[in-house]
């Protein structure tokens, strides 16, 4: 039976930051236009730190039950570890889907805006079919595609959208740095687990690059969201500030450019993660004072 620790270890808090940063950088954005709202952001961010870890319990009950786990390099699993059974992972799974529903409904009462619940539902679909179902299109190199997409422009823009009813420039290009961090994660993740998902016959995009494209991949994901801070600086100053993520990402460009492998592309995982959300919070913020 597992203990509460290995639970908090299978919900993957180390991801939190995926589902931190486009709500703060997309409220930075609509405080930007004078529209902040404290309710709808924080029921925002519930939505995400919810899918967030409902997805990870989804990844860890269809990679479990796959055997995909069965040889692990990263963190441990619950299922592939056998210390849960893998239905009361699936039942947690959806049960974190289920609350983030709900408070995506606070969301949309809040915000008028009903047609929300049809791009939530594609959310939740999109959250269980990454691994679940009998072609899960992360075992198809289309991960990274759909975590650019969630975590970008759904995340940062849906969260400026229900509190400023509006779309703005500041909000596209947030979008776009976001979506390219969180790609960069998953990328760091695949990366270290090619020869395992190669054995497995897990067809990531990071199998199909193959190692030395998917490290190229990672460094220009990772520098990407610096071309919008330049952009972003030409019109508001305090956007430069973003730059100061440049710093936790130092240590991971280079021992990704040097070839590490395996548990010494751990601490690139953590460090991009925390980039992004160093990033978030200072460029957020440069949007709402700017």
């Known amino acids: 039976m ?5 639970w908090v270890e299978g919900a993957r808090l180390r991801t939190w930051p995926n589902a931190i940063a486009p709500v703060l950088a997309g409220s930075g954005a609509a405080a930007g236009t004078d529209a902040f709202d404290l309710p709808i952001a924080a029921l925002s961010l519930a939505v995400a730190l919810l899918l967030i870890t409902g ?47 709900l408070a995506g409904l606070g969301v949309v009462f809040l915000s008028g805006h009903w047609w929300l619940i ?8 999109g959250a269980w079919f990454y691994t679940g179902g009998s072609r899960p299109y992360g075992y198809a190199g289309f991960g990274e595609l759909a975590v650019f997409v969630f975590f970008g422009p759904v995340a940062v823009l849906g969260t400026l959208y229900v509190q ?15 979506g390219t961090f969180s790609s960069a994660v998953l990328v760091a993740n695949n990366l270290r687990d090619i020869p395992t998902d190669a054995v497995t016959g897990k067809r990531t995009l990071a199998v199909l690059l193959g190692d030395r494209d998917t490290r190229t991949l990672y460094i220009g994901l990772v520098l990407a969201p610096f071309l919008i801070t330049t952009l972003t600086g030409l019109r ?45 919070t200072l460029t957020g913020l440069a949007f709402a004072l700017g």
């Open 2 to 6: 597992a203990t509460l620790a290995q």
């Open 55 to 101: 997805v990870n319990f989804a990844n860890d009950y269809s990679d479990g039950i796959r055997g995909t786990d069965a040889d692990r390099v990263g963190p441990q699993r619950l299922v592939g570890s056998e210390l849960v059974r893998p239905g009361t992972v699936r039942a947690a799974a959806f049960t974190c889907f289920g609350l983030a529903a």
């Open 118 to 125: 049809a791009v939530g539902a594609v959310c939740i679909a």
């Open 164 to 178: 400023a009813d509006t779309i703005t420039g500041s909000g596209i290009g947030a979008a776009i740095a976001l």
């Open 236 to 280: 508001n100053s305090l956007a430069l500030l973003g730059f100061i993520a440049l710093l936790p990402l130092l240590a991971s460009l280079r021992s990704v450019a040097r070839g590490a492998t395996g548990l010494e592309l751990l601490p690139a995982l953590r460090d991009t993660g925390l980039a992004m959300l160093v990033w978030a």
